[in-house]
C-alpha cells in the first residue's frame, strides 16, 4: 500500500510539474518565437515603405565620387559609374602606359514634383500591405495562443 501511494505520488508531482513547465514554455515560444519575430520585422518594413513612399514627394540629391588608378593612355576610359563624367583630361598622343590617378564625380539630383496620383496610389498600396503584413502577425501569434490554450486543457 505504501508503494501504491508513493507511486501516485509521484505520479501526480511529475503531472502537475509537466503542465506548469508546458505553459512556461509556450509562453516562452509566444514571447521568442522566430516567426512571430519575422512578421514584426516585415511589419516594420511596411511601415518605413510607406514613409518612404511619402517622402519621395521632397526633391533628393545623390553625389558620388571615384578615384581610380589607370594608364596614362587610358585615363578617361576608366570604368566609371552611371551618370558619371570623368574630370580629368583626354588621352596623350603619345604612347604612355605609366600609371596615373584619375578621378570621377557626379551629382543627380531627384525630383518627381508631378506624379498624376502615382504617389498616392503606391503610398495607398503601402498602407494595405502594411494592413495586412499586421493581420497576418496577429493572426500568427492567435494561432500559437490557441495552442497554449490547447496544450494546458489536455
Known amino acids: 500500500m505504501k508503494r501504491y501511494i508513493l507511486i501516485c505520488t509521484v505520479f501526480f508531482q511529475a503531472w502537475f510539474s509537466h503542465a506548469q513547465t508546458l505553459q512556461e514554455l509556450l509562453k516562452q515560444a509566444e514571447e521568442n518565437y522566430p516567426l512571430l519575430k519575422a512578421k514584426g520585422y516585415e511589419v516594420q518594413s511596411r511601415k518605413d515603405e510607406v514613409s518612404y513612399t511619402k517622402s519621395t514627394a521632397l526633391p533628393s540629391l545623390d553625389a558620388a565620387y ?62 494595405a500591405y502594411q494592413t495586412y503584413q499586421e493581420a497576418d502577425a496577429a493572426h500568427e501569434l492567435l494561432s500559437i495562443k490557441s495552442k497554449q490554450r490547447t496544450h494546458t486543457w489536455t
Open 66 to 127: 571615384q578615384l581610380n588608378y589607370a594608364t596614362y593612355n587610358n585615363i578617361t576610359g576608366m570604368a566609371t559609374g552611371q551618370n558619371f563624367v570623368p574630370i580629368s583630361g583626354p588621352p596623350s598622343a603619345s604612347n604612355d602606359y605609366s600609371g596615373v590617378f584619375g578621378s570621377v564625380g557626379g551629382l543627380l539630383l531627384n525630383w518627381e514634383p508631378f506624379t498624376f496620383g502615382q504617389r498616392k496610389s503606391k503610398i495607398e498600396s503601402a498602407k
